[in-house]
């Protein structure tokens, strides 16, 4: 069985690609990378520094304690001052996001809960409950408002990021791992992929609307990366350090 490790990513980062200005404590660790990785980075997706997530307005970030095993720091890019500390995790942290407006941690843990965490004090806010093996990827909608995961138990869920509430489940073909979740520009859908598929869903009902495949199916192993790009007319799939490898046109329902 291929090992397990923590997944966090050195990306391109979005306001880079966009030709934005960074912080200046950022700025001059950002990679160089391919014109096309712009189009998959997502709000909440890591940079290329030590910081492996950014709100939408670059004033906060995440970082994985350089102390403390397991816990994940939030920081102010602006004061370069640590505002708090995510303590008392289950474990490893396979992936950490920060929510868009930066309130808002959603942790993906080994144990098989998504955590989700109060980003100005590090306070829980409410554990998710769900899946039946460990998390490998949990990010925010681009409003902030859902929360999607996917697991090694082969399913990909939807959540109610006030409520916790859970929404909606998708059962990944071939039921192996899923390795990788994100969001429609508006929302309204989920990419999962894992075991060499990519599958887009209603994030509010769990209706499918396309399986298709994107890499040789590999159970039992972090094979399938891919998600939706920016604009939603693409899925990107990469490898498993983040470089593009292909783009597949997809269509997307306008209502």
Not at 155 to 169: C, E, F, H, K, L
Not at 202 to 231: C, M, W, Y
């Amino acid at each position: 069985m291929k090992e397990i490790r923590p997944r966090w990513r050195l990306l391109v980062s979005p306001l880079a690609a966009a030709g934005l200005a960074l912080p200046a404590m950022i700025a001059a660790h950002v990679l160089v990378g391919p014109a096309t990785a712009q189009s998959y980075l997502q709000s909440g997706d890591a940079v290329g520094t030590q910081y492996f997530g950014l709100s939408r307005d670059s004033e906060r970030a995440l970082k994985r304690s350089d102390t403390k095993n397991y816990d994940v720091e939030v920081w102010d890019l602006i004061t370069n001052t640590r505002l708090s500390s995510i303590t008392g995790l289950s474990g490893v942290v396979n992936v950490a996001n920060i929510s868009p407006d930066g309130t808002k941690v959603v942790t993906a843990e080994r144990t098989g809960i998504v955590g989700l965490w109060d980003a100005g004090t590090g306070k829980q806010l409410m554990l998710l409950r769900g899946h039946h093996d460990q998390i490998h990827d949990a990010r925010f909608s681009p409003d902030g408002k859902v929360i999607a995961s996917g697991a090694r138990d082969g399913t990909a869920r939807t959540w109610d990021a006030a409520t916790g509430a859970q929404i909606a489940v998708d059962k990944q073909r071939g039921g192996a791992y899923v390795d990788c979740v994100s969001f429609s520009p508006d929302g309204r859908f989920v990419l999962s992929a894992g075991n060499g598929w990519a599958e887009i869903w209603d994030a509010r009902s769990g209706k499918e609307q396309s399986s298709i495949a994107v890499g040789p199916p590999v159970e039992e192993a972090f094979t399938t990366f891919a998600r939706l790009s920016n604009d939603g007319k693409s899925i990107v799939v990469t490898d498993d350090e983040g470089a593009p490898t292909k783009m597949i046109p997809v269509e997307l329902p306008s209502k």
